[in-house]
Every structure is written in structure tokens, then in C-alpha cells.
């Protein structure tokens, strides 16, 4: 014969199970409702403090969403003392280990735990859905659970960091991503992309974190730039090289638009030039084999392009260099190549690395880059169009937080 009980399903230490009721609606299907109440043997206590109370002021009782049984929705009707706490010198709600704040959601403490592990697999409007509850209130209980575990930034480093933006709405709305590149964590996010955007984050750091940072790589952005060496000067910047090959390959394109605006251009060549955008950015090796003949085409019909899609494998071997003196000496010699061009997008495009050239060359002694966060930035796209966006964006930011813990 089973020993089984079917109190065990509710562990509720300071309570007792009065009884069960199945009741059925014609429109909602079957609803099990658990009735329970103060165990008299506990003294009840507070639920904000644990403080033992002095006097019981009032009786009451609510109805709270459990966890389901099979198919069917559980509530247990939850009956309580609002006692007289000592400690906080006001009229509390006892704890009876079944609702963690009496203020939040109308759910058990296990149905709000399972509601925050389901969002962190699926969307808000999914596990609405599942859970036959209102969107926002599953966002509520998703959030202070989120709250609970991220409301201080864990500051901690490897040395490694990797900063970006991600674009997150219409109008240039930013927000700033720090990864840890070591272990993939995201340390913080901040709204907008602006100098003071990153003062935020390196303020509020510890010295002895602060002071860890030994190199951050990021694209060529001033305020970032600005931000870095104003808090962290003893850091090594290295610029990201995959920002500078797709910069390069803005120009590439400004060359080919160019040159498809000629006027002394014949029908033919006018019709080679048009849409072939795509087959002058890919790599080789990453062409089809009918896309192959038309770039050789392109490149013989127009001497322009044919220079820039050479610049443009020159500038890749760069990274190549051991050391960032050997870097430095190829990034010179590349930039005097580029330079008897005579193209304008290209020489504006040396104009501006040999601006950011300091903190190109020290990919050779630190090879660091942004392809991590790259990674992550699509992922954070995924989470925003996962959930249609997000009005709130401090829950975004938490969302961010919980979806890159790092190794």
C-alpha cells in the first residue's frame, strides 16, 4: 500500500491543507483549488523582517495562482493573519512560505519560479499564454526576479574588455554594450553612445577593477576613445579590424557608384557595373562559381575597381604582422600604395587611418577584437524582436544581462 501524501505536493512549513475542491466552468475547463491556513503550532512572523509578532490585528484570505495539475490550473485560497510586527512597528502579513511579497502578483512563490524560468526560454506573450495569465503580470514576476539577481553591476574583469553599440530603435537610439572578452560576460549596458555614456560605467567601477583593464578594443569612435583615457589610461586601445575592412568596403562601394556615374561610359559597361555591389565585397573564396567570370570582367573593363579590390586584400594581410613594429610597417607601406590611387574615398580613408593609427598597430602585441560582441549584438537583436521590442529598457537591459553570464 503507498505511503504517498498528497500534502507533500505543498511544503508549506507554516501552514496546514484544509481541504480540496475541484470546480468545473463550462468555458474555462476544470480548476483545482487547495484551501490552507495558519499552522497554530508557529508563531507567526513577519513577512518583510521574520521578526516574531506581539499581537494578531486581523484574519484574511485571497486566492493565488499555483502551479498546474496535469492540465489543469491550480490555486491554492490562502488564509492569513495580518499581525502587529515589533520590529518594523506595522501591521504585516505573516509569512507562511507560500508568497514571498503580498504586494506583487497574485502567485505562489513556486509559480512565480517557474514563470521566470520559463522567460528566460521563452517570450513574455508565449508563457502568457501557457501559464493563462496576463502579459504584463508575467513580465512583473520575470523582472523582480531579474532585479533581485543583476541589480548591481558585477564590476569584476578578466583585463579584456570589448565595447560596442547596438542599435535598439528608430532615430539612432543606442544603447552602449561592455563584454568581458575573456569569458563572454556582459558586464554593463548603457543607454546611448555618448562619452558620458561609458563615464557611468567607469565611475561607479572599483579602483582595483578600474586599474585591472589592460586592453579594450572597440571601432573608431571618439567619445568612446575619450571615455577610455580619461578613466583608464594605462589600457591599450586596439581598434576593431573588422570595423576598418567594412569601412574600407564603404569605400570600395562610394568607387563603383562613382564610376557607374560616368558619363563616357558605353552601354556595356555601364550594365557590367550595375549590381555588382556584392561579388566586389565578397572574398574569393566566397564567390560562386558564376559570379567568378564577371568579377574577372569587371576588374578588366575598369582600372578603378581594380585597384581598390586589390587595396582591399592588402589591407587584410596587415593583421598578418606578428608584432605590432612589423603592423605598423605594413599599415605604412599599404597606406603609400593606396595614396597613388588618386581616388578620393580612398585617400580620405588613409586621412582617417592614419588618424586612428595608434590603435590599429597594437592588434600585432594584443590580438584582441569586437567579434565577440559582434556575436552578442546579434544575439540582443534576437532577444528585441523576440519580444517585439521593449518599452521597458531597464527590463531589456536585465534580459541582456541574464541572456550572457559568461563562463
Known amino acids: 500500500m503507498s505511503n504517498f501524501s498528497i500534502s507533500s505536493l505543498f511544503p508549506f512549513r507554516r501552514a ?20 490552507v491556513s495558519p499552522d ?42 495580518k499581525i502587529t510586527c515589533p520590529n518594523c512597528g506595522q501591521t504585516r502579513v505573516e509569512d507562511l512560505g507560500i508568497i514571498s511579497n503580498p504586494k506583487g502578483p497574485r502567485v505562489t512563490e513556486r509559480m512565480a519560479r517557474y514563470i521566470h524560468e520559463l522567460c528566460s526560454l521563452m517570450p513574455i506573450n508565449q508563457v502568457a499564454e501557457h501559464c493563462n495569465l496576463d502579459w504584463k503580470t508575467v513580465k512583473k514576476i520575470d523582472k523582480r526576479f531579474l532585479e533581485e539577481k543583476y541589480s548591481e553591476t558585477d564590476y569584476t574583469n578578466s583585463g579584456y574588455i570589448a565595447i560596442d553599440e547596438v542599435s535598439v530603435g528608430k532615430y539612432h537610439k543606442y544603447l552602449t554594450v561592455v563584454l568581458d572578452f575573456i569569458t563572454g560576460r ?15 560605467f567607469f565611475k561607479e567601477m572599483p579602483k582595483k577593477d578600474l586599474l585591472n583593464i589592460k586592453a579594450v578594443t572597440m571601432d573608431m569612435w571618439d567619445a568612446y576613445i575619450k571615455s577610455i583615457n580619461k578613466w583608464c589610461p594605462q589600457a591599450v586601445i586596439v581598434f576593431d579590424k573588422f570595423h576598418i575592412i567594412a569601412n574600407f568596403n564603404k569605400v570600395i562601394d562610394q568607387v563603383r557608384r562613382d564610376e ?30 558564376k559570379e567568378k567570370p564577371r568579377l574577372e ?19 587584410k594581410l596587415i593583421w598578418n604582422a606578428e608584432n605590432s613594429r612589423d603592423m605598423k ?35 600585432g602585441d594584443c590580438p584582441i577584437h569586437t567579434s565577440k560582441l559582434e556575436g552578442t549584438n546579434n544575439k540582443i537583436k534576437e532577444i528585441k524582436r523576440r519580444a ?17 553570464p559568461g563562463l
Open 40 to 81: 497554530q503550532r508557529y508563531t507567526p512572523i513577519c513577512y518583510k523582517c521574520g521578526s516574531k509578532a506581539s499581537g494578531i490585528h486581523d484574519y484574511d484570505q485571497r486566492t493565488l495562482r499555483d502551479l498546474s495539475f496535469g492540465n489543469n490550473p491550480g490555486f491554492i485560497v490562502y488564509k492569513f493573519r
Open 186 to 200: 556582459v558586464i554593463w549596458v548603457g543607454e546611448n553612445r555618448k562619452a558620458d555614456t561609458l563615464d557611468r
Open 329 to 363: 610597417e605594413a599599415l605604412d607601406n599599404w597606406c603609400l600604395l593606396a595614396l597613388q590611387s588618386g581616388l578620393k574615398p580612398v585617400i580620405r580613408f588613409v586621412a582617417t587611418v592614419q588618424k586612428y593609427k595608434y590603435g590599429i598597430i597594437t592588434y
Open 388 to 404: 517585439y521590442g521593449y518599452h521597458d529598457i531597464d527590463y531589456f537591459k536585465l534580459k541582456i544581462y541574464q541572456a550572457f
Open 297 to 315: 570582367k569587371l576588374l578588366t573593363i575598369n582600372e578603378n575597381l581594380y585597384k581598390v579590390y586589390i587595396l582591399k586584400d592588402e589591407l
Open 260 to 289: 557607374q556615374n560616368r558619363k563616357d561610359l558605353n552601354k556595356q559597361e555601364t550594365q557590367t557595373l550595375k549590381n555588382s555591389r556584392w561579388i566586389l565585397l565578397k572574398n574569393w573564396g566566397n564567390l560562386r562559381e
Open 16 to 35: 496546514k491543507i484544509d481541504g480540496f475542491e475541484q470546480i468545473v466552468d463550462l468555458d474555462k475547463g476544470i480548476a483545482i483549488f487547495t484551501t
